[in-house]
Structures are given as structure tokens and as C-alpha cells.
């Protein structure tokens, strides 16, 4: 019957499917084809001084892999399941709202590598250390060493991505605190979901590099793993603030957290406190902030206003300010008696 009132359903559907395929099969060969022909390590001179990049490979990919793979990917997935008037793709294109315009010009800005100048100035070079030094002076003082590299790679893609979630809860944990917060609301600031919200991130949000990227690379994480660690983690993202109302099940409960419960985490009404802070859901289980799964249309945001559209400068200076000078935790701290060491979510400062 539904097939019946609606013929060209099933072959739209079939078409984007197959444009995709397309897609991904000309980008295989392009990468196919240039790989060969790209340098191991680049030496340029500027200045009369010779500055040399080493894993030419390894940057172009990486750089290339967000905007030409895993976007697209997330896009069409997204445009797939639930059509085109529903579709990120549609609204970020041709039906633009303030929230979806700040979505895009922090994707173009983050692609530009000008968040990331800004975040190394704003966290005054704290996002250059490395955890590789750190772990190779513990093998070298305290013979500490992890070496995972014995077992198969999809193994250690598995173990090290629900490791990299363990270290992601606690973060995300964190920056929901009442110190924190003023960076993160940031990102909670989205008034409508798009694919492209993922990347609205506030460039000094620096708890991510102390209690993820330093802890995995003193764990053994290879560079390699933690590439496709990177890809599983990047695609849920985009695929949690897309327009997919699915709580997925099973797999949604335990496995990958579905779009359905991260609505539940950026709620409006702070009534309750938030919870679904894992990317795996094992770990709310675990440490008690499983909440259940929400209405498709339950309002997001934050009660603090913001101006949204393209022009994101003044509201990332007013949060990273609120930030150095704790003025939003003073206040959270007069309207309420102090709280233990805890990183269990205040209702009053998170959103």
C-alpha cells in the first residue's frame, strides 16, 4: 500500500545509494592513484632555511578524510534514511538557520586550521604536548611500556576505541563541571541539530588533550590505530547531532550511543540533570548517568543567549572569558552550597 502511494520512494532512495557507491569508488581511485606518487617527507625552503614535514602520507589523508570521506558519508547515510526535506544536506544548503550558520563556520574554520592556531593561543601552547615524549621518558625511567602492536589491527581499533570512550566520558564528565562549563556550553549552544553541529567545538577546550590524547599515547596507542579510531569516533559525531531519530536499539543501549539519547544530553530543560555522556553507552551504565532515550523533538540549547549566524567571534571570547575568570562558577557557587569532589553534573550548570 505505502509502495503503491508512493512509486518513486524506493527508487530515490536507491538512487542516493547508488551515487554514493559512485562517490566513494571515484575517491578510492583518486587516493588509489596519488598515494604512489606522494613523498614519504617534504623539504621546502622559505627564507633560506629548509623546513622539512615527514609523514606526508599519513597528514594528506587525514586532512582529506573528514571533508571528502566521513562528512559525505554521514550526509548521504543521513539524506538515505530520513529524505531529502528532512536532510542536513537540504537545510545546511538551502534552508540555513542562525544555529546551523555557526555549525558551518566553525567546520570551515576547524578545516582552515584557524581554531586550532586560536586554541594553541588561547591555551597559551598547551595543545603541543605530546604524549608520545611523555611515554617514551616513562619506558626510558620507569621501564613502563604498553606494546599492543602483537595483535590484529581490527582488534586494537576495537580495544583502543572503547578505551578512547572510557577517557571521553570522564572528559565529557569534566567540561560539564562547573569550571568547565563555560567552554563546553558552547557546543551545547546548538538550537537544532544539522550533521555539521559536531563541529561546533570552542577552540580552547583543552581537557580533551590532557585526558585523551596524552592518556592513549602513553597506553601504546599506534598512530595508525588511533587514525581509524578516529574515523569510528568522527562519523558517530556527525551522525548524533544529525536528523536521525533512532535510538538504535540494543546497540544504542550498550554498543554506540544513538542521535535520540545525545538529544537527551543537550536538552533545554535542566529540570534533571543531564546524563548519556559516553559515546559508548557501557560507560553511563556503569557510572550512572543512563538516562533513557528522548522525544525527537525535544528542545536543545542553553538558557545563557547567544547570537548564532556566521560571525562566531564575539561569543567564543565572551565564554572563553567566563572561562579564565570563573565568573560562571561563582555565580553557580552562591546559588547552591559547595559540592564535593565530584564530577557528578550540577542541573544549574549544565544544559
Known amino acids: 500500500m505505502t509502495r503503491a502511494a508512493n512509486p518513486r520512494l524506493g527508487w530515490d532512495r536507491v538512487a542516493i545509494l547508488l551515487g554514493f557507491i559512485v562517490y566513494a569508488a571515484l575517491l578510492a581511485g583518486a587516493w588509489w592513484g596519488l598515494s604512489p606518487r606522494l613523498p614519504d617527507r617534504l623539504t621546502v625552503q622559505l627564507l633560506g632555511h629548509d623546513i622539512s614535514v615527514g609523514n606526508v602520507r599519513d597528514r594528506v589523508l587525514s586532512a582529506g578524510m573528514l571533508m571528502l570521506a566521513i ?3 554521514a550526509l548521504w547515510l543521513e539524506w538515505l ?34 581554531l586550532d592556531l586560536l586554541g594553541r593561543l588561547m591555551m597559551l601552547g598547551a595543545s603541543m604536548i605530546s604524549g608520545g615524549w611523555i611515554r617514551d621518558w616513562l619506558s626510558a625511567n620507569t621501564g613502563f611500556t ?35 562549563w563555560p567552554l563546553h556550553r558552547y557546543h551545547h549552544s546548538a538550537e537544532d541539530f544539522c550533521v555539521a553541529t559536531s563541529a561546533r567545538q570552542h577552540p580552547a577546550a583543552f581537557t580533551v588533550i590532557f585526558m585523551i590524547n596524552v592518556p592513549l599515547a602513553i597506553l601504546g596507542a599506534p598512530p595508525a590505530v588511533m587514525l581509524y579510531v578516529n574515523v569510528v569516533a568522527t562519523t558517530v559525531g556527525f551522525l548524533i547531532h544529525s536528523q536521525l531519530t533512532s535510538d538504535w536499539g540494543w546497540v544504542g543501549r550498550w554498543i554506540i550511543q544513538s542521535p535520540l539519547h545525545h538529544r537527551a544530553h543537550h536538552k533545554l530543560d535542566m529540570s ?16 550512572g548517568t543512563w538516562r533513557g532515550a528522548a522525544d525527537p523533538a525535544l528542545a536543545i540549547g542553553v538558557d545563557t543567549p547567544y547570537r548564532q549566524g556566521f560571525w562566531v567571534a564575539p561569543d567564543l571570547l565572551r565564554d572563553y572569558w567566563h572561562f579564565l575568570t570563573g565568573r560562571h562558577a561563582r555565580a553557580l557557587a552562591r546559588q547552591s552550597p559547595p559540592a564535593p569532589m565530584s564530577l557528578r553534573p550540577d542541573p544549574a550548570s549544565t544544559a
Open 146 to 180: 604498553v606494546d599492543p602492536t602483537g595483535l590484529p589491527i581490527p582488534l586494537q581499533v576495537v580495544i583502543y576505541f572503547y578505551v578512547y570512550t572510557f577517557f571521553d566520558y570522564w572528559t565529557h564528565r569534566l567540561d560539564h563541571s562547573r569550571w568547565f
Open 81 to 114: 534514511v530520513v529524505g531529502w526535506a528532512r536532510s542536513s544536506t537540504r537545510r545546511m544548503l538551502f534552508a540555513r538557520t542562525r544555529s546551523i550558520k555557526t555549525d558551518l563556520a566553525l567546520l570551515v574554520l576547524a578545516q582552515g586550521q584557524v
Open 272 to 287: 534533571e540533570p543531564t546524563g548519556h555522556f559516553a559515546m559508548a553507552p557501557v560507560w553511563d551504565h556503569l557510572f
Open 71 to 73: 562528512l559525505p558519508f
